[in-house]
């Protein structure tokens, strides 16, 4: 058993029964929203390129369907674990919720090194995966979409494969594929684009000057390029990013391209010319107005919370912030926007798809990224609302937003029979 995804659940089931208990929900209709609704292991055997047959582990966890098809990504790494895959299941549910789309949660996940896997065995991987979950799946059930290291491509040996098996064309069947066989416009920048819109809204509600704010970003994946690139646009100014194998510091600012650029010949940001070379652990302490943590789950803890200098944190990835370290946060008077809300525009943006898919029309990436800048905001607010009415930080905010809501359906649904 992995002691991390143990971790991570525990925290994700605290925070609902925190949530629950502010709301005073039923017990019965706690437990309910606490356990997940289908649980699937399956065996995924691939043919490696040396001819040996290997055998990898998948999950796919549906935890809640009350508001809609459960909705959730699909990770490939090495250290995924069926708590893990639920904790991120629920927190699809939630993460649904805040920004009020016709979808529940769900997750999945493989155990693999995809870093130590030809492309071949990567889409043999995928279409056996997809085999094996095929009749758990569909564009009215259940609707996967990119996570850690799936992308495009992935999706789109998902939605061959899904669609060979029925026997007919399903686009609907993933979001986050490619353009040219139904992905949506502005689908590759949405969940960078609503950090980005996170940290303007936050900017304007907390009194901090947008213009020339100080940003650093853990994490340049596609997420953390993106929201880079996109609040340098704007005019924010990048002062650190970093990946796996550590940072880069520069306080006149960075140029989010030529850093990419830099990280696509050497594999990583490090050694950028006229950058200071940083760890980890070092961006998340610099002083900054805000920072994005966009990486992996649990990166601002107990040990670290208290020196923590952001104005405010805006959350790119799921999980970064541990509950203890959340309340250490709160009380040294540090904003977070919480990732159920800060990382939705994937989602929202999977949903534009998902309807365009099933309608077979194309919407612009102008006019995507406008109801996601729109969805976004409204969001942020009903957030910001739920946290006044009830005195609580953002994250308690939207969670009790977002419970409210999945509790209201499941109310209104009964339990049958």
Known sequence: MNGKGERFLKDVLDRFDEAAETLNLDEGLREFLKTPKRVVTVSVPVKMDSGCVKVFIGYRVQHNNARGPYKGGIR???????????A????MTWKTAVVDLPFGGAKGGVKCNPKEMSRSEIERL???????????????????APDVYTDPQTMAWIMDTYSQLKGAPTPEIVTGKPVHVGGSEGREEATSYGVAVCVREAAKKFKIPFKNASIAIQGYGN????????????????????DSKGGILCRDGLIPEKVMEHKKKTRSVVNFQGAENISNEELLELDVDFLIPAAIEEQITIKNADRIRAKVIVEGANGPTTSEADKILAERGIKVVPDILANAGGVTVSYLEWVQNLQRFRLSREEVLKRLDD?????????????????VDMRKGALLLAVHRVAEAVNSLGIWP
């Not at 090495?78 to 639920?86: A, F, H, Q, Y």
């Open 88 to 91: 991120l299941a629920m927190l």
């Open 223 to 242: 997420v953390g390029y993106n929201a880079a690139r996109i609040l340098h646009d704007w005019g924010a100014k990048i002062v650190a990013v970093s």
């Open 126 to 144: 995928t279409r056996r995966y997809t085999a094996a979950i095929a009749d758990v799946i569909g564009p009215h059930i259940d609707i996967p």
């Open 76 to 86: 490939y790494h090495p250290d995924v674990t069926l708590e893990e895959v639920t």
């Open 375 to 391: 969805k976004m905001v409204k969001a942020f607010d009903e957030v910001l609302e739920y946290s006044s009415r009830y005195e």
